[in-house]
């Protein structure tokens, strides 16, 4: 089947410690997008790509980097984390323009 | 900007009772709708949508939602709830440029046996 896929589902990882956090998709999609969720929050968009377009939220800390080598995978660097970076985060693909996105499972990182 | 408010944070309904979930958004222009459900510790699946044409929509899992214009409002309805529902409910706005989706901040449905 056709998916979104993200691993690992949990990571944990030292204050400080750059992490690289992965997904792919077997959709061929366009646009790739990484969302931050935190507990009871909404998921919050960091970044995405179209094609090889990045495109950063204004407010996206300098902190997160995104990589997209190819169609299929996309990375989310985080460079020094912080306590306050302990999240869920969310991979999601699309067709562009207002087409659905689809999910993967989630990344829940932990920062210790 | 877009923004979207679900003024409730957590719903308990009994199993077979009807459900509705509010959602409110603020948009510029003809506005682009979704409804999303979470489960514990999984990511976001897509219910339905809305993008023009007849202001009810039929979604997966029997359910629907309601565009009204005139009240900003894309309620998420279900007439008869199932225990498996239990999830974290949210809805988005996005313009023509889906790109720049916004979410709500959720709300929690128990269900109740």
């Known amino acids: 089947d056709a998916m979104v896929i993200q691993n690992p589902r949990y990571q944990v990882t030292q204050f400080g410690k750059p992490v690289t956090l992965s997904c792919s998709q077997t959709?061929?999609?366009?646009?790739m997008y990484w969302y931050q969720q935190k507990s009871s929050q909404a998921p919050k968009l960091l970044f995405h790509?179209?094609?090889?377009?990045?495109?950063n939220e204004a407010d996206t800390p300098d902190n997160f980097q995104s990589r997209r080598p190819n169609t299929s995978f996309c990375f989310l660097d985080i460079r020094s984390p912080g306590l306050g970076d302990a999240a869920m985060y969310l991979c999601?693909?699309?067709?562009?323009?207002?087409?659905?996105?689809?999910f993967g499972p989630g990344t829940r990182l932990l920062v210790l | 900007a877009q923004s979207v408010t679900q003024p409730d944070i957590h719903i308990t309904v009994s199993e077979g009772a009807s459900l509705e979930l509010r959602c409110n958004y603020s948009?510029?222009?003809?506005?682009?709708l979704f409804w999303y459900v979470q489960s514990p510790g999984q990511g976001l699946q897509l219910l339905l949508k809305?993008?023009?044409?007849?202001?009810l929509v039929q979604g997966i899992k029997g359910f629907e939602a309601e565009f009204k214009r005139s009240q900003s409002s894309f309620n998420l309805r279900k007439p008869s709830v199932h225990w498996s529902d239990a999830a974290e409910y949210f809805c988005?706005?996005?313009?023509?440029?889906?790109?720049?989706?916004?979410f709500g901040a959720g709300t929690r449905l128990t269900v109740k046996p």
């Open positions: 988005a706005v996005g313009g023509f440029n889906n790109n720049d989706m916004r």
């Open positions: 959709l061929n999609h366009n646009v």
């Open positions: 948009y510029g222009a003809t506005p682009y």
């Open positions: 999601a693909t699309s067709t562009g323009g207002f087409e659905t996105q689809y």
């Open positions: 790509y179209y094609d090889k377009d990045f495109n």
């Open positions: 809305y993008f023009s044409g007849d202001t």
